[in-house]
């Protein structure tokens, strides 16, 4: 998720149509952004809206850098609730729906004025910068580029405005990027800019800056590793923002120390092949480095700082996810999230295509719906080598879907770096449980969820399960109820259904529930016919007690009530 800053892709939101081009234009610059359309007036947008003030106030909350296509006011109203939040700003511009203007409005100290010259640049306009230190200076010196590190926030503003006041500086270390900027410099001024890795006391006439060029090697996961850490950086004489990130021998990869310890400390994992020491694991990966031995761990210093994408690998991820049974509305946020941080998405060509759309930069391995073993193994294969990795599902991915055949991939895997891979089942609304909430509550008491396709079981046994559990009055519900090349069972299976269950029973038939031109009829078991059944729909045979009643907005409710009758 490369984007400005290393921040989070921007969100381009749009109003209307004739935002569009501007819109085109601003991504064609950062092409990780994705447009987002008001519903029912953009149509061709990457995403949809309902709301403008909620989505800007949601983007906000998450950090998301806004590029805006409206009027400042706009922006300014409709965040002026959320703007006392504690938590880091995210960059917000309002930009002229024709692109004629520029406006950086909030996240000075995460760029946004970098980012209004970029859109600038690609707009062919000049932004408006307004902040009195970037356009004495030409640049932001509280907000050093990727790389580096502020020390402190609140002393590098009284240093600025020395600065204003027209104190002379000298800077002291490598700054590459103040090269252009107009500083009043002075080689024998009193306020220095001091560029390095060392810790050093705090001075009112210094601003610090710490480039991200350290890394601290380990060999395993341990309780309170990220005290450890601090204390090698400290034995270092490093000051903690110049960590770039840990490197970690690969073999203690799924070790969850590890997480909560990069998580405390803010950086990334980064992982290496350690066959020697750790000295020579932390040399291979960081050439050039100083390296010196703490407590046990290696603190490597690099002389510039270092792109974290290059120190060893990631560890690689595989999300099996559930995409619910078809409407945007109802797929879980966590899923939304895994979509988008994707590099690779593998499944049954339908349900990639109802996942996306995706980005350019994602890769999409679409695979016949029978192939779920060796796409199971493909997905670990990826993942094996750093990638995040999505497998789709429709519905919910535990539920006669690809978890369990991704668990059986791992199960007989000897490969250690498959066991080693981030592995997450995230659930969804299975067709079962839709198709119920649109009848009202038929699996309001005990039921029980069966596969009819005889493709992966011999059909003796379903005929057996069937038989049981209609005799104990479970209420059940029937995937895969019927196919083309298995017309006559569904047939059958209602055969024995109705040794146990009368005539009356109700039955709900969801066909393509959440997609478009869905379906939902409900009959009776007597009335129930093959024909009335295809693939995409879920049929739900009710129990003894399950019952109906009129709906005033037409066709009927129908549940099965909590209670059961005592034992007669
Ligand atoms: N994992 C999926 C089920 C896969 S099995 C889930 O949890 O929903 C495929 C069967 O699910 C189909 O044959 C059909 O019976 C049912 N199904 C899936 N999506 C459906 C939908 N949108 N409407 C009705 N039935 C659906």
Redesign the pocket.
């Known amino acids: 998720m490369a984007g400005l800053n290393g921040q989070q892709a921007a969100a381009i939101v749009i109003l209307g149509a004739g935002s569009l081009a501007t819109a085109r234009r601003i991504q064609q610059r950062y092409p990780q952004a994705a447009i987002h359309g008001l519903r029912g007036r953009v149509e061709g947008a990457d995403s949809q809206y309902d709301s403008f003030a909620d989505t800007l106030r949601a983007l906000y909350r998450q950090g998301t850098p806004i590029i805006a296509l409206c009027a400042a006011g706009i922006v300014i109203r409709c965040l002026a609730s959320v703007l006392d939040e504690k938590g880091a700003e995210p960059p917000v511009l309002a930009v002229a729906e024709d692109g004629s203007a520029v406006v950086p409005l909030l996240g000075g100290l995460s760029g946004v004025n970098g980012m209004a010259r970029e859109l600038g640049e690609a707009l062919g306009v000049a932004a408006a910068i307004t902040t009195s230190g970037e356009l004495r200076f030409g640049t932001c010196l509280l907000n050093p580029p990727e790389g580096y590190a502020l020390a402190d926030l609140e002393q590098g503003k009284r240093f600025v405005s020395d600065l204003l006041a027209g104190e002379p500086v000298r800077i002291e270390g490598d700054a590459p990027w103040l090269a252009q900027a107009q500083l009043p410099a002075s080689d024998g001024a009193q306020r220095t800019i001091h560029v390095g890795c060392e810790a050093r006391a705090a001075s009112r006439s210094e601003l610090l800056i710490h480039p991200r060029a350290v890394v601290v090697a380990l060999a395993a996961g341990a309780p309170g590793l990220a005290e450890q850490v601090r204390g090698a950086l400290r034995a270092a004489g490093i000051a903690e923002p110049s960590l770039a990130c840990l490197l970690v021998a690969e073999q203690a990869m799924a070790e969850p120390s590890l997480q909560d310890a990069a998580a405390e400390l803010g950086v990334a994992l980064r992982f290496a092949a350690m066959s020697g020491t750790l000295a020579d694991m932390a040399a291979q990966a960081l050439p050039g480095a100083r390296l010196s031995e703490q407590q046990g761990l290696v603190v490597a210093v690099a002389p510039a700082p270092l792109d974290v994408a290059g120190v060893g690998r990631k560890r690689g991820r595989l999300a099996v996810i559930?995409l619910g049974?078809?409407a945007a509305e109802l797929m879980v946020p966590a899923v939304k999230a895994e979509l988008s941080r994707a590099q690779d998405i593998l499944g049954y060509e339908t349900y990639v295509r109802m996942a996306g759309p995706f980005r350019h930069d994602q890769v999409q391995h679409c695979t016949d719906n029978r192939e779920e073993m060796q796409r199971a193994r493909h997905a670990f294969e990826l993942a094996a080598q750093g990638r995040s990795v999505v497998v789709v599902?429709?519905?919910?991915?535990g539920?006669?879907?690809m978890a369990a055949a991704v668990l059986e991939a791992l199960h007989a895997s000897t490969d250690p770096a498959w066991h080693r891979v981030d592995l997450e089942i995230l659930p969804?609304v299975?067709?079962?449980l839709?198709?119920a909430a649109q009848a009202g509550a038929p699996l309001g008491h005990d039921f029980c969820v069966m596969?009819l396709s005889d493709n992966l079981k011999p059909w003796s046994i379903i005929e057996k399960r069937l038989d049981l559990a209609a005799e104990a009055d479970l209420v059940l519900a029937?995937?895969?109820?019927i196919s083309k090349s298995r017309p006559h069972q569904l047939g059958l299976a209602l055969d024995v259904v109705r040794r146990h269950r009368k005539g009356d029973t109700p039955v709900v038939l969801?066909?393509?529930?959440?997609?478009p031109g869905?379906t939902l009829k409900v009959v009776t078991l007597a009335e129930l016919q093959p024909g009335m059944v295809d693939?995409?729909?879920?049929?739900l045979v009710g129990s003894s007690t399950t019952c109906t009643f009129e709906r005033l907005a037409g066709g009927c409710w129908a549940y099965t009530p909590r209670w059961y009758p005592a034992p007669r």
Do not use: C, E
Not at 393 to 397: E, K, V
Not at 478 to 481: A, E
Not at 535 to 539: E, F, I, S
């Open positions: 559930g049974p078809g599902s429709s519905g919910d991915p539920v006669f879907a969804g299975s067709a079962s839709a198709t596969s029937f995937y895969n109820p969801g066909r393509d529930i959440g997609r869905q693939m995409r729909t879920m049929v």
